[in-house]
């Protein structure tokens, strides 16, 4: 089992930066692949970025890359979702998920997920 909680999330004007964290209980943090997805009112929760177990592979959905960067530190059980050049539609609820096995880096059915974070930008 394992249980996730994000931070990190708040108001911010357009073309600004923040960073989320999503904390990790357990000892096998290092065996999951971790992701990040948000969820705007109204909308579906959509993929944002994902790291596999070692670090070395990150993805990204076309609208966030050049501008989010997905980390991880597995000393410290935490992933990180670094997003620069906000946009109001980055405007949205951010979930951190967590999966040992998943394949479909993409998909929502990662086994674990968090509570989520608001991030609101505003123009």
């Known amino acids: 089992q394992v249980q996730l909680v994000e931070s990190g999330g708040r108001l911010v004007q357009a073309g600004g930066s923040l960073r989320l964290s999503c904390a990790a209980s357990?000892?096998?943090?290092?065996?999951?692949?971790m992701a990040w997805f948000r969820q705007a009112p109204g909308k579906e929760r959509e993929f944002v970025a994902a790291i596999v177990r070692s670090g070395g592979s990150t993805y990204y959905t076309d609208s966030v890359k050049g501008r989010f960067n997905i980390s991880r530190d597995n000393a410290k059980n935490t992933v990180y979702l670094q997003m620069n050049s906000l946009k109001p539609e980055d405007t949205a609820v951010y979930y951190c998920?967590?999966?040992?096995?998943?394949?479909?880096?993409?998909?929502?059915?990662?086994?674990?997920w968090g509570q989520g974070t608001q991030v609101t930008v505003s123009s």
């Open positions: 357990g000892r096998t943090f290092s065996t999951y692949t």
């Open positions: 998920a967590a999966d040992p096995t998943i394949l479909k880096l993409t998909t929502t059915t990662y086994a674990y």
